[in-house]
């Protein structure tokens, strides 16, 4: 028996990274994973890589959430499991999103994707919870970043919008609870996780064990975190054995947020 077994599942930002390794996890355990992503290409190469459906979805795009959602009960009659993870920095144009000089369209392009698809996820998600049966219980896993808990003064979107998702998360699990939904919504907090996103800082040539050495000195842990580690914290939060926790943040970030650590000794 896996820990998700019977359980059906939509991941968004599912093509590489974060999203590729929690919608890994989450068929080892047991579901039946829909990936999404706005790359249709990758997210597809991914899906037959795992064995599992996978659709093109703008999370900022309303009408897609809508139609990929029916298209699940419709096919699966049901949706237990829904993780918010597209996003982006805003940085991958080379825009500046410092706090002085980030441009309105800009700092509007981040929030797009970063919280109203977020806020739509939860949105649509809510709409196909409602309809599970008793004693099914529904989980809404929202990514956010440690970027949501402190500042970032050269990607100020990118903070701004990961807090949001982590104050949208709270909000959602108190409705659900007001509304006597079974249905649960946490947030994850990623820092120095190693994704597609670090490789153009880290590159490929032989200065690349430097450079990671240098990023993470001041991390507790002195190294990078893996996607299948919050991966692994995103099964457990869709689980029931997560039936208790809703409203919860949680941090995976090698201590960076706990403090600094002493140099280990020998």
Request: one cysteine or more; proline letters at 6%; aromatic letters at 4%.
């Amino acid at each position: 028996m896996g820990r998700l077994d019977q359980k059906v599942a939509l991941v968004t930002g599912a093509a590489q990274g974060i999203g590729l390794a929690v919608a890994g996890a989450m068929v080892a355990e047991g579901a039946t994973v829909v990936l999404t992503d706005l790359q249709a290409d990758r997210v597809a190469s991914a899906g037959a890589a795992l064995g599992m459906p996978a659709r093109p979805l703008d999370v900022r795009d309303e009408g897609q959430w809508r139609a990929v959602v029916d298209e699940v009960l419709g096919t699966w009659g049901a949706l237990h499991v829904v993780v918010n993870n597209a996003g982006i920095t805003g940085l991958e144009g080379g825009a500046v999103h410092d706090p002085e000089h980030a441009s309105l369209h800009d700092w509007r392009q981040v929030h797009a994707t970063n919280l109203d698809g977020v806020f739509l996820g939860c949105k649509h998600a809510l709409r196909a919870m409602r309809r599970l049966p008793p004693g099914h219980t529904g989980s809404i896993v929202n990514v956010s970043s440690r970027s949501g808990i402190v500042g970032i003064p050269a990607a100020a979107a990118y903070a701004s919008s990961k807090a949001a998702v982590r104050n949208h998360t709270k909000t959602v699990a108190l409705y659900c609870a007001e509304q006597r939904l079974p249905v649960r919504c946490n947030s994850i907090h990623p820092a120095a996780i190693l994704t597609p996103m670090w490789e153009p800082i880290l590159g490929s040539g032989p200065d690349r064990p430097a450079i990671m050495a240098a990023m993470v000195a001041d991390t507790p842990l002195r190294r990078f975190g893996e996607p299948r580690e919050v991966a692994s914290l995103a099964v457990f939060l869709a689980s029931d054995e997560a039936a208790y926790v809703t409203g919860a943040e949680f941090h995976v970030d090698g201590g960076i947020l706990a403090g600094s650590a002493a140099v280990p000794t020998a």
